[in-house]
């Protein structure tokens, strides 16, 4: 598939510090039965017939160990280029859409942490972001969710059947991606996904189905919840 034959890029930001996990090693290189949940989630890119390349952004420390055990370990074919995160996930994701080929007509971002991505999950943001500029994954939260003061007072209730809680990979086409994210980096606008950039700037995002599996590891709870059902 491709954008009015342009290419399809992959961004995968792999750049935190991981802190939430808690360990002495970045999260993105634990092992989930055996295999580093960074080389679980290119894989998943990489043998995806629609995927042209795929650019992964790493600490800037970290960039050699992941060309040698992640890249060159599993003989990724896709791959192009390792880059350097920034402090902030909007940074590094802006270091690696910097590096999309010039002729690529649409970006999925997707990050490092979400190994459980399904082969169909891609191809459906693929299509849609092919019809709709601008998508996002996501699911229909399960809990009731609550806006909640400082001092733990609670503020609301929001209707829980508008609620969603958003994932990755989020598509779109790199014309407006790199458009927002020049525009947004300039004006230092903070955001903790891809799509409120676009949204701030005014345009429509479509959110489509993505999985309960799809989860991001950020705790350590999370880690042996996914090492139950990774495959
Ligand atoms: N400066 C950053 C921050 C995050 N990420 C990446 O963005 C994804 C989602 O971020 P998150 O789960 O928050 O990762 P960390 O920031 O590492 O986690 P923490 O907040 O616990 O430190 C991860 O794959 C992470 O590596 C990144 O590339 N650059
Ligand atoms: C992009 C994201 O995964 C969507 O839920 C999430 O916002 C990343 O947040 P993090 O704090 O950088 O993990």
């Given amino acids: 598939m491709s954008y009015n034959t342009k290419k399809v890029s992959i961004v995968i930001p792999a750049a935190g510090m991981g802190k939430r996990m808690n360990k002495d090693i970045n999260k993105q290189y634990i092992e989930l039965k055996g295999k580093a949940i960074l080389a679980w989630t290119i894989e998943r890119f990489d043998n995806n017939k629609y995927v042209d390349e795929i650019i992964i952004v790493a600490k800037e420390d970290e960039i050699d160990f992941c060309k040698e055990n992640i890249i060159k370990k599993y003989k990724f074919k896709k791959v192009k280029d390792v880059v350097a995160g920034g402090n902030e996930r909007r940074d590094s994701v802006f270091n690696g859409l910097k590096k999309v080929s010039e002729n690529t007509g649409i970006v999925l971002i997707h990050d490092g942490a979400r190994p459980f991505v399904t082969d169909e999950i891609i191809n459906d943001a693929i299509k849609e972001a092919l019809q709709n500029n601008a998508i996002v994954v996501g699911v229909p939260v399960k809990d009731t969710i609550k806006k909640v003061k400082e001092d733990n007072t609670i503020v609301s209730t929001p209707n829980r059947k508008g609620l969603w809680a958003v994932q990755t990979p989020q598509g779109f086409s790199y014309e407006l991606i790199l458009n927002c994210y020049n525009r947004g980096i300039e004006e230092d606008i903070e955001v903790t996904d891809d799509s409120m950039l676009v949204e ?32």
């Fill in 200 to 231: 701030y700037y005014g345009h429509s995002v479509k959110m489509i189905i993505g999985s309960y599996k799809n989860i991001k590891i950020t705790t350590p709870e999370d880690v042996i919840i996914g090492e139950a059902f990774i495959k």
